[in-house]
């Protein structure tokens, strides 16, 4: 027995030192795991920060998107809304355009009447009424070619101040000074008093030629009335105010 016992000696001595030896290897396999464990905690710990980060930053910007998206349909209705209130007044000034054009032509057709009229009218108006319109009369169209080189506004404007001066003319008296030839074929300077449109009354200085003129269809005829030559000569005188005031008879014939 005792030989036998000596023989196991050495295996238990081997078991003996063997048994620390696999019981440190354990520990060092332990803390491996544990450093593992603690390095995978830490890992997962930091990457649930940073998901928490980015989860944070993702509902901020689906948080914007969102407001954008409500922002951009706001601005996309209220551009529907101007669209449509935008066409309403385009239809309103596609209305009223028409509606001047419409009204413009009737007022070219106006006053194309009227140029006509008053390039007919104008040698038949007394020779100081003509000096005063020739330049409005000379910007009339004389075709309507012509008419399509002049703006309807420059026109409206030329036939109203041929009219104003017309009306203006009618409303009072007015004296000219000029030069009349007589029946002989001679001239004399003769001062006019012309009474609006409906006559006139003309004596040369000394008052031995003297007479009256009417309008007519183809321009002033002037008639000698030397019956009237001292009533005439006495009128300019008082209209001149060279005597006293005075109601002063001339003849005249009105024509209907």
Excluded: C
């Amino acid at each position: 027995m005792e030989k036998v016992t000596h023989q196991w000696l050495p295996w238990l001595a081997v078991a003996a030192i063997a048994t620390p030896l696999h019981a440190q290897e354990n520990a060092k396999v332990t803390q491996d795991l544990i450093q593992q464990w603690v390095s995978t905690e830490k890992r997962i710990s930091s990457e649930v920060n940073e998901w928490d980060l980015e989860k944070e930053i993702l509902q901020d910007s689906i948080k914007a998107l969102k407001e954008e998206k409500e922002s951009l349909q706001s601005a996309i209705q209220e551009a529907e809304e101007s669209a449509g209130e935008a066409e309403k007044q385009r239809a309103e000034l596609v209305e009223e355009k028409e509606k001047l054009q419409e009204t413009s032509g009737k007022i070219a057709d106006k006053v194309a009447a009227y140029e006509k009229q008053l390039i007919a009218l104008s040698p038949r108006l007394p020779k100081p009424l003509q000096r005063m319109i020739k330049t409005p009369l000379s910007r009339i169209p004389q075709s309507e070619e012509d008419a399509e080189d002049v703006s309807l506004s420059v026109r409206t404007q030329n036939v109203v101040a041929i009219l104003n001066e017309i009306d203006k003319f009618n409303g009072v008296v007015t004296k000219e000074t000029d030069v009349q030839e007589l029946d002989d074929g001679s001239t004399a300077e003769v001062t006019t008093l012309y009474f609006g449109l409906g006559g006139a009354f003309f004596t040369d200085p000394e008052g031995a030629y003297a007479g009256v003129g009417k309008p007519g269809p183809d321009g002033w005829t002037w008639t000698v009335k030397p019956d009237a030559a001292e009533q005439i000569t006495r009128l300019v005188a008082v209209y001149d105010r060279s005597v006293e005031a005075d109601y002063v008879s001339v003849p005249y014939e009105i024509i209907d």
